[in-house]
């Protein structure tokens, strides 16, 4: 698609990893410097996640930015500080117990999480993922009995041999009218998959839309940078779409532009371009 001109933005809506963070779990100077330098100039900046909140809160700290965000792939757009919260949607209760009993019957590790917290069955090598790189302590418990109680807006799945990829891939066929999949990777661990499942309703599209009429901001006036297979649904209504160079070919589909990659401050170099 052809690029866009230089214009006045009012949003800036980034995710994380693979756009922000390269996979040494660093963000460079260039893109924080970028980001400050948007908001001094009026415009307000967002990211948007498939990060639970609370992997979220300290990444949102380091770079300054305080305001409403969308975590859980948009299952939730939230201001972590307030705990406001604009939109919220949640996995049927029968579906999330389905779905854990599908995943214990077959060997597959999931993890589910409310709005404040993510729980875990045990302390295994994923827990110690979430903990090493994404700062997340589990909430311990009986995942059927935690889904019975609680609100459960996102559940993962986390696999990383090609027999666990098989049998995802099963879990997806018997649960793809119930539930909304994304295989997510993270430059840090290259060798596993994330597969993100939730409501059907939710996209990172649906939450800009929830986001950007809240702040009576239109679709026009977003501007919007990603990398990932479920960054397809917001860069398709952005005013601005941007691809980054270490993005999925059909992220370039949608894109209006692509700029440099995650490890060559491509965030920087979109807002150099085309903001300021």
């Known amino acids: 698609m052809a690029r866009k001109m230089k214009q006045p933005y009012k949003l800036l809506v980034v995710d994380i990893d693979g756009t922000l963070m390269n996979s040494r779990g660093i963000i460079s100077a260039e893109d924080k410097e970028a980001l400050t330098r948007v908001r001094r100039m009026g415009l307000t900046v967002a990211v948007s996640t498939g990060r639970a909140m609370q992997a979220t809160k300290w990444v949102l700290e380091q770079l300054g930015i305080d305001g409403f965000h969308m975590f859980y792939d948009g299952s939730l757009v939230s201001n972590p500080w307030t705990g406001q919260v604009i939109y919220a949607e949640n996995i049927a209760r029968e579906v999330v117990l389905s779905a854990i009993a599908f995943a214990r019957s077959n060997g597959l590790h999931i993890d589910v999480y409310s709005p404040a917290h993510y729980f875990a069955e045990k302390e295994d090598w994923a827990t110690e993922v979430r903990r090493k790189f994404f700062k997340m302590e589990p909430v311990l418990g009986d995942l059927l009995d935690i889904s019975r109680k609680e609100r459960i807006i996102k559940a993962t799945v986390i696999v990383r041999t090609d027999p666990e990829r098989a049998k995802a891939m099963d879990f997806e066929k018997q649960f793809r009218d119930k539930l909304s999949f ?24 649906k939450a800009l839309e929830e986001l950007a009429n809240y702040l009576k901001i239109p679709l026009s006036q977003v501007v919007a940078i990603g990398d990932g297979i479920n960054d397809v649904s917001m860069l398709k209504i952005a005013g601005l779409a941007v691809a980054m160079g270490n993005c999925v070919e059909e992220l370039k589909s949608v894109a209006h532009a692509v700029t440099h990659d995650v490890d060559h401050s491509g965030v920087a170099e979109a807002i150099k371009k085309y903001i300021g």
Do not use: M
Request: proline content about 12%.
């Open 182 to 205: 994304s295989w997510t990777t993270t430059p840090a661990y290259p060798e596993l998959d994330f597969i993100n499942l939730v409501s059907p309703r939710v996209s990172k599209g």
